[in-house]
């Protein structure tokens, strides 16, 4: 089985300043990973994603993220926010069992200050 | 571009009373999701579909059932609402195991 935790619940940041949202992951075996951004309101959007191949995945409105698996991190940076990216972002997993079934973490809500 | 469509927005149940969410996609994907999403704790799925005619349990299907007669629709039915059931629920597709799922806007769905 594999669950997904995510270290912050919240992170207040000043426009323009660099930020990380960490996420851990557990699991036996091989897994796909993902972040997934939630505008208020919204439903859930792919930011990027991670199956094979460079470590270092970049993703879309300027997100990367960088799997480690010794560590079995796959933390989503930003190098300078904008009051935009205000969002919860969420990490998740999948399985290679070809059923597509994603094992969400409980969500990091970025707070970004003028 | 419609993508995945869920009705209603929102709805206020009352205990022991039954409806459905409905979720239809036009991108003509194989797999569907049900996932319910509640404050701090992420989201869970609670059935999938592979395919027409295919379904199974996710983490959390107690309370609920699904169908898939068609690759379009992928309806969620609650026989007795219980208060517990008050979530925002999405439904996703996506074209296959490893590729974007294209979420709903959700139904935020209340049991009272």
């Known amino acids: 089985a594999q669950s997904v935790t995510q270290l912050d619940s919240q992170v207040p940041v000043f426009e323009e300043a660099p930020v990380e949202l960490r996420c851990n992951y557990s699991s036996s075996v091989s897994v796909y990973l993902f972040w997934y951004v939630q505008y208020p309101n919204q439903g859930l959007q792919l930011l990027l994603k991670?199956?094979?191949?460079?470590?270092l995945v970049k993703g879309i409105n300027g997100f990367e993220a960088e799997f480690n698996k010794s560590q079995t991190s796959f933390h989503l940076r930003k190098p300078s926010v904008h009051i935009s990216d205000t969002a919860e972002y969420f990490c998740?997993?999948?399985?290679?069992?070809?059923?597509?079934?994603?094992?969400f973490g409980q969500g990091t809500t970025l707070q970004v200050k003028p | 571009n419609a993508g995945v469509t869920q009705t209603p927005k929102f709805r206020i149940l009352k205990i022991g009373q039954s409806m459905t969410l409905q979720c239809t996609q036009d991108?003509?994907?194989?797999?569907m999701y049900w996932y319910r999403q509640d404050p701090g704790m992420g989201l869970k799925l609670i059935y999938y579909s592979v395919g027409a005619g295919i379904t199974d349990k996710g983490e959390v299907p107690n309370g609920y059932n699904v169908s898939r007669s068609t690759t379009e629709d992928f309806p969620l039915r609650l026989e007795l609402a219980a208060p517990s059931q008050t979530s925002v629920y999405f439904c996703a597709s996506s074209y296959d195991s490893n590729t974007e799922a294209f979420f709903g806007q959700g139904t935020r769905l209340t049991v009272v």
């Open positions: 998740a997993v999948s399985d290679l069992s070809n059923t597509g079934k994603l094992i």
């Open positions: 991670y199956l094979s191949g460079s470590t």
């Open positions: 991108m003509n994907h194989n797999y």
